[in-house]
Nanobody
Framework: QVQLEESGGGLVQAGGSLRLSCAAS????????MGWFRQAPGKERETVAT????????YYADSVKGRFTISRDNAKFTVFLQMNSLKPEDTAVYYC????????????????????WGQGTQVTVSS
């Protein structure tokens, strides 16, 4: 069973940046699609970005395209989410999750595809 621990959340003004990290332990990291998701109060959990096992392919929600970048370091069992030009509507708890095993450029894009989740980290963007 993989353990996932997010870090890097916090309070930032609109237009600012944050970098989230997710450290994984417990099983082979490089064989699995990884993803970032978020959930705002009163809303369903939504996909933010996912990344293939090789890191060569990624998926982004329309709301974050051009502002957020997902990346991974398989040697360090870590996945990152660089968030730029943050908006108040980005305020949410952000979760890291491990998805299915896929070939190098395979992806998964919906929360239902992901079976192991971290505890989440709060991101608050003030206007």
């Amino acid at each position: 069973q993989v353990q996932l621990e997010e870090s890097g959340g916090g309070l930032v003004q609109a237009g600012g940046s944050l970098r989230l990290s997710c450290a994984a332990s417990g099983q082979t990291f490089s064989n699995y699609v990884m993803g970032w998701f978020r959930q705002a109060p009163g809303k369903e959990r939504e996909t933010v970005a996912t990344i293939s096992t090789s890191g060569g392919r990624s998926y982004y929600a329309d709301s974050v395209k051009g502002r957020f970048t997902i990346s991974r370091d398989n040697a360090k069992f870590t996945v990152f989410l660089q968030m730029n030009s943050l908006k108040p509507e980005d305020t949410a708890v952000y979760y890291c999750a491990q998805g299915p095993r896929r070939p190098l450029f395979g992806l998964a894009t919906t929360p239902a595809d992901f079976g192991s989740w971290g505890q989440g980290t709060q991101v608050t963007v003030s206007s």
